[in-house]
């Protein structure tokens, strides 16, 4: 009788191997097409509720604020843009580009209570920072009122 050391993870092994094998597949036809990645960019982003008002930041690396438009329309605020395509040449050994390109746009319902005429922008380090003050309400107080 011929004793083998038990390996829990040889079946696993073999599925890895089949799906690295259909990644590469994947990633051989991603590589034919130049316009994939076109439709790749879709940038992260976080979103903040603060004392006086709203917080949207959104990640954009190699976007120009030039290639950027922030609109509000029925009370949606849309963030739109393009990554645009760098060209880069290489010669010699192999060469990848994993970088997603493309336009993007994101919108977001805005609440009812916000001062729409003072939203406000900037950009720095690739994050759009876009600040959407909240409206001063009064607050109900309560009061007593005497009987005469």
């Known amino acids: 009788m011929l004793v083998t050391k038990y390996d829990p993870f040889k079946d696993f092994r073999g599925f890895k191997r089949g799906f690295d094998l259909v990644n590469e597949i994947v990633?051989?036809?991603?590589?034919?097409?130049?316009?994939?990645?076109?439709?790749?960019?879709?940038?992260?982003?976080?979103?903040?509720e603060g004392k006086s008002a709203y917080h949207v930041e959104v990640d954009l690396p190699g976007v120009k604020k030039e290639d950027i438009?922030?609109?509000?329309?029925?009370?949606?605020?849309?963030?739109?843009?393009?990554?645009?395509?760098?060209?880069?040449?290489?010669?010699?050994?192999?060469?990848?580009?994993?970088?997603?390109?493309?336009?993007?746009?994101?919108?977001?319902?805005?609440?009812?209570?916000?001062?729409?005429e003072n939203i406000h922008a900037n950009t720095q380090d690739g994050v759009l920072e876009v600040v959407i003050p909240k409206l001063e309400t009064v607050e109900n107080k309560s009061k007593k009122i005497e009987i005469k």
């Open 27 to 48: 990633n051989s036809l991603e590589a034919n097409s130049a316009t994939q990645n076109l439709v790749d960019f879709k940038p992260k982003v976080n979103t903040v």
């Open 69 to 116: 438009s922030i609109n509000v329309e029925d009370n949606v605020l849309t963030i739109s843009g393009e990554r645009k395509f760098k060209n880069e040449v290489k010669e010699e050994d192999y060469y990848k580009v994993e970088s997603s390109y493309g336009s993007f746009s994101r919108s977001f319902t805005l609440p009812e209570k916000v001062d729409i």
